[in-house]
C-alpha cells in the first residue's frame, strides 16, 4: 500500500512526462503497447524510459470479478499496466529490485498491457499453478482428516483407546503440526518452495501409509506426532509460493479457492470411506487400516507428480519434463512480474531461494503489528472447531450408522464451501475485511446459544443432524485472513515468517478446540458448549478491537505523513532503515 504514498501525486498526471488519464484507458489500444523486453540482465529504472512511457491504465476501470465484466463497462483492449512508484524518476529508484532477484531479466517499467492480456493470463495461471497447489491440499486434507472417518469404523475400540485418547492424538498431532510450521517455512525459503513441498508430500504419505500396521495407544500418538511434523508448514510454504504469481486481491480469492479445496477435500474423503472401510475382513484386516493405506498411498503418486508440476518462479517454468519452452512466453513472463511487482515492490526484496537469517528472523518475530491478526487466529475458529471434530462421533451417538454417519458430514461441508467462498468475495466487493470476517462469529452464535439451552441428545435425530449442520455451514473468515496477515507483512522476509506465525497460531486453536469436549461431560458436553459460546463473545470483541487498532495506526502515519515536505518524503525514501510495514508510507488494510 506504500506505492499511491510516495510522492503526493497522481501517478497518472503529466508529472514527470506521464500522460494523464484521459488517454490511459479505452482510448490507448493495445498496438500502443511496447513489447517491454529489457536488455540486460540488471533491468532498471531509465530516467528516459520513464519520462517518454506509455498511457498507464485508470484503477477504477480494473474488473476484478467476472460479473462485472459486461459490453458496456468492460474493454479488454483497454491498457492495465496501473500506476506505480515505477513512473516517477525520483521513487524508481528507491525501489529498484535487486539484481540477484530471480525475475529481474523480465522487470520493465515502460512494459504496457492489456486487460484483456492480463485476465486470460491469470486464468492460464489458474490452470497451470492453482489448480495443482490445490489438489496438493486435498492430498494432505485426506492423510491428516481421515482420522474422523476412522474413528467410526471401531478404531477406537480395536485400539483399546477411549475419547480422551482420541484427544490426546489431535492434541499431539496439531503441537507437532504447529512446531514444525516454521522450520518448514525456513527450509522451503532456503531451498525453494517448489522442492520443499513435493518432498513433504512423499514423506508423510509414508507415515499415513504406515497406520496401517497401528497396533495401539503409543504406536498412535507415534504416527500422529510424525505426520504433523512432515505436514507442518505445508500451508504458509504454498502461500509464499502463491504469492511470486497473484496480486493481493487475487490471492484473497484463491486462498478462498484453496480452502474450498479442502472442504472437496472432506467430501470426498467420506465416499472414500464409505468405500474403503467396506473393505473389513479383506485379508483379515480392519476397514480403517485400508482407508490409511490407500489414501497414503494416493499421496505418495501426488507428491511425486508436485516434483514437475511445482516451477520455481513464474519466469523459471521451463524443463525437460515441463517443455523446453516452459509455461510461459517471454512477454507472458514480462506481464506476470510487472503487474505483480508494480503492485507491491516489496516482492522483489528476496531470492526465492534465499534464506532467512537469524536476525532477519527474529526482527519478523517481534512485529507487533501483526500479532492482532495472530490472536484473531488463535480464537476465530474454536467454536466451530470442537463440533466439527466431534461430528462423526455425536451423529453415531444420534443413532446413525457408521456408514450414513460418513454420508451425513457432507451436506455440511459443501455449504461451508459455498458461504467461505461468499463471504471472501464480499470482503474483496466491500473493501472491508474486519467486519466481513466478524461474520463467522454472528452466524454461529444463536448455534451455539441452542446446542447449549437444549440437550440435542434427547430431541429427534434429524432436527439435531439439522441444527448441527447449519453450525458447521458458516463462512469461515480463514481465507480472508490470511490474505490480510500478507498484505500487512509488506516485505517477503515478514511475508515468510509470518505466514507461519500465524498458521502456528490457527494450529494452536486447533489444540485448544480439541480438549473443549471431555469425557466427563459427555455425551451433552453442556460445560464444553458454554466455553464454546463465551468465546464466540469474545472472538466479536477482538474483530473491533482489530479494526481500532489498524484505523489508530494508519492515522498516526498519516498524521505524519502529511506534516513532511516533498522533499522530506522523498529523502524519507532515499535514507530510512524502516522496512515492511514500518514505513511512514505503508497503510495496514483492515
Not at 533491468?43 to 467476472?66: C, D, H, I, M, Q
Not at 510461459?328 to 510487472?338: A, D, K
Request: net charge positive; with cysteine; glycine share 6%.
Amino acid at each position: 500500500m506504500s506505492t499511491a504514498l510516495a510522492k503526493e501525486i497522481d501517478l497518472r498526471s503529466p508529472v514527470g512526462g506521464v500522460v494523464s488519464s484521459e488517454t490511459s484507458s479505452s482510448q490507448a489500444s493495445d498496438d500502443d503497447l511496447g513489447s517491454g523486453r529489457p536488455n540486460e540482465k540488471t533491468a532498471g529504472v531509465r530516467s528516459n524510459e520513464v519520462s517518454t512511457a506509455l498511457p498507464l491504465g485508470v484503477p477504477s476501470e480494473e474488473k476484478r470479478f467476472w460479473f462485472q465484466r459486461n459490453k458496456t463497462n468492460y474493454d479488454p483492449n483497454a491498457i492495465a499496466t496501473q500506476p506505480s512508484v515505477f513512473d516517477d524518476p525520483d521513487t524508481a529508484k528507491e525501489y529498484q529490485p535487486p539484481a540477484s532477484w530471480e525475475n529481474i531479466h523480465r522487470f520493465d517499467p515502460a512494459a504496457r498491457w492489456t486487460w484483456g492480456e492480463e485476465y486470460s493470463l491469470v486464468r492460464k495461471i489458474d490452470w497451470k499453478i492453482m489448480i495443482w497447489a490445490c489438489i496438493m491440499f486435498m492430498a494432505l486434507e485426506l492423510d491428516r482428516a481421515n482420522i474422523q472417518q476412522a474413528v467410526t469404523d471401531n478404531f477406537l475400540k480395536e485400539l483399546h483407546m477411549d475419547t480422551n485418547d482420541f484427544n490426546l492424538g489431535n492434541t499431539v498431532f496439531k503441537l507437532s503440526f504447529l512446531c514444525a510450521e516454521l522450520p518448514s517455512q525456513l527450509v522451503s525459503k532456503w531451498i525453494g518452495p517448489d522442492r520443499w513441498i513435493p518432498a513433504q508430500m512423499v514423506l508423510w504419505s509414508i507415515v499415513a501409509s504406515s497406520q496401517f500396521w497401528l497396533s495401539g495407544r503409543r504406536s498412535f500418538l507415534v504416527c500422529r506426532s510424525l505426520l504433523g511434523i512432515l505436514q507442518g508448514g505445508f500451508i504458509p510454504d504454498i502461500i509464499l509460493y502463491l504469492s511470486y504469481f497473484y496480486k493481493h486481491h487475487e490471492l484473497s480469492l484463491r486462498l478462498g479457492f484453496f480452502w474450498t479445496a479442502m472442504s472437496i477435500a472432506d467430501v470426498l474423503a467420506a465416499f472414500l470411506a464409505f468405500g474403503l472401510l467396506h473393505l473389513r475382513g479383506l485379508h483379515n484386516y480392519s476397514g480403517w487400516r485400508w482407508l490409511f493405506l490407500i489414501e497414503g498411498l494416493l499421496t505418495l503418486v501426488l507428491g511425486v507428480i508436485s516434483f514437475v508440476l511445482m516451477p520455481p518462479s513464474p519466469t523459471q517454468t521451463a524443463s525437460k519434463l515441463r517443455g523446453r519452452k516452459g509455461w510461459f512466453t517471454e512477454r507472458e513472463e514480462i506481464i506476470i512480474i510487472n503487474r505483480v511487482i508494480r503492485e507491491d515492490p516489496t516482492k522483489s526484496g528476496m531470492h526465492n531461494r534465499q534464506p532467512i537469517t537469524p536476525k532477519l528472523l527474529w526482527k519478523s518475530m517481534k512485529d507487533y503489528d501483526l500479532w492482532p491478526l495472530y490472536i484473531l487466529g488463535l480464537m476465530f475458529q474454536i467454536p466451530e472447531t470442537t463440533p466439527t471434530q466431534y461430528l462423526t462421533q455425536t451423529l453415531k451417538g444420534l443413532g446413525f450408522g457408521t456408514f450414513k454417519t460418513n454420508l451425513l458430514v457432507i451436506p455440511s461441508t459443501v455449504a461451508h464451501m459455498f458461504t467461505m467462498m461468499a463471504l471472501t468475495y464480499i470482503a474483496e466487493i466491500w473493501g472491508e475485511l474486519t467486519f466481513t470476517a466478524a461474520i463467522g462469529q454472528v452466524w454461529a452464535f444463536p448455534f451455539l446459544v441452542y446446542i447449549y439451552m437444549v440437550d440435542i441428545t434427547k430431541i429427534h435425530k434429524w432436527t439435531a443432524f439439522g441444527i448441527m449442520t447449519l453450525l458447521l455451514s458458516y463462512p469461515s473468515a480463514h481465507p480472508i485472513q490470511v490474505a490480510w496477515n500478507s498484505r500487512n507483512s509488506n516485505a517477503v522476509r515478514s511475508r515468510t515468517v509470518s505466514a507461519a506465525l500465524y498458521n502456528m497460531f490457527v494450529q494452536a486453536s486447533g489444540i485448544i478446540a480439541s480438549n473443549v469436549y471431555r469425557k466427563d461431560d459427555a455425551p451433552r458436553y453442556k460445560r464444553g458448549n458454554r466455553v464454546l459460546l463465551s468465546i464466540c463473545i469474545v472472538n466479536m470483541a477482538l474483530y473491533t478491537l482489530t479494526k481500532i487498532y489498524y484505523v489508530k495506526r494508519n492515522a498516526y502515519r498519516e498524521k505524519k505523513w502529511r506534516a513532511m515536505t516533498e522533499d522530506e518524503r522523498i529523502h524519507y525514501l532515499a535514507t530510512t532503515t524502516d522496512e515492511g510495514n514500518k514505513r511512514l508510507d505503508f497503510r495496514f488494510a483492515h
